[in-house]
């Protein structure tokens, strides 16, 4: 439990003196037949379905189905187009550019890292441990009174562990700015989500996506849930309409499938375990670390040739070798059966060849 906390204290002053534009179907609400109020084309779309009215800003009906799915209340949620945009807007809402900073935990995603140059932000990064976990005295140490961002990623990309669960607590505990922990693979996790603490850390930004487990990247929608301040501050500052009907539509009707994606998940983590065995047999394989997540990071002999290798064959992998902390590891996506199947017969003839 977070005893003292001040949300006001963190917020930048253009935000907190911002006055969010007002969209026609703000402040209409109700039942119309004649809409003349958003100079949209009457008339309708040159598409077989009419998308020519403008979708619902906050998107209730589908928060209410992400309420049933996710345990969050619809006013503790903030949707975006990927959660590449709540990362942008914790930026915008809290940082003054040139003056305040964050701190980051690499290892990491590296978009933490491209949202802060954006938005000008300073970073201090603390690198994970040895074993990719978090640098508590480390962190301690960077945090100063301009600090106002941890990011935290639980599975983290691209090791794919999950970060202690104690040590989040920790600095959700210690540390007055807000803490995001972003759980993007989340469903492939053992560990509970960081949902459920919401009422225990006002400080807390959980992030998720349907861009993985959920197969929903090309729709782009991304989830933020926190307090209903902070929810209000990311309603404040979002561009009005950024969840497009069609994802809106679409995404409503995919959440219908959950035995689906359950199915997909189970045989994620089959065929993950399936691949981290075969490669342990590997005398190249060097060190596998244990995931979480619906990848592996593989530190092996020769990364970028037999990066290349696979490549020529097709087969695309992320190279990781040269990231601190990762020197000589491939990130592997797991994919479906015939195409881990792909993967591995690759590494063999490459292997066999070249030792
Ligand atoms: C840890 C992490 N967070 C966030 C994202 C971005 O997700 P989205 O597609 O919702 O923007 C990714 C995508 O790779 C990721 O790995």
Known sequence: MKESFSLDALLRHNIKK???????????????????????????SPYSKNYNRYPDPLQQQLKTKLHQIKGVPPENIFLGNGSDEAIDILFRAFCEPGQDNVILVPPTYGMYEVSAN?????????????????DLDGIAAAIDVNTKLIFLCSPNNPTGNSIRRQDIETILVNFDG???????????????????????????????????AWGLAAL????????????????????PYNINQATQEIVLEALDRVDVVNEWIKETVTEREKLAT?????????????????????????????????????????????????????????????????????IHTFYNHTS
């Open 118 to 134: 954006i938005n000008n932000v300073a970073y201090r990064k603390v690198n994970l441990t040895a074993d990719y976990q978090l």
């Open 18 to 44: 911002l006055v969010p534009y007002s969209s026609a179907r703000d402040e209409f609400k109700g039942e119309a037949s004649v809409l003349l109020d958003a100079n949209e084309n009457a008339f309708g």
């Open 178 to 212: 807000i803490v995001v922990v972003d759980e993007a693979y989340i469903n492939y996790a053992k560990q509970p989500s960081f949902s459920k603490d919401l009422p225990e850390f006002p400080n807390l930004v959980v992030l998720q996506t349907l861009s993985k």
């Open 220 to 239: 782009r929608l991304g989830m933020a849930f926190a307090s209903q301040d902070i929810i209000a501050i990311f309603n404040k500052i979002k561009p």
């Open 278 to 346: 075969s490669l342990r047999e590997l005398p190249q394989v060097e060190h596998i670390t244990p995931s979480d997540a619906n990848f592996i990071l593989v530190r092996l002999e020769q990364p970028r040739a037999f990066y290349t290798f696979l490549v020529e064959r097709g087969i695309i992998v992320r190279d990781r070798s040269k990231v601190e902390l990762c020197e000589g590891c491939l990130r592997l996506t797991i994919g479906t059966p015939e195409e881990n199947k792909a993967l591995l017969h690759a």
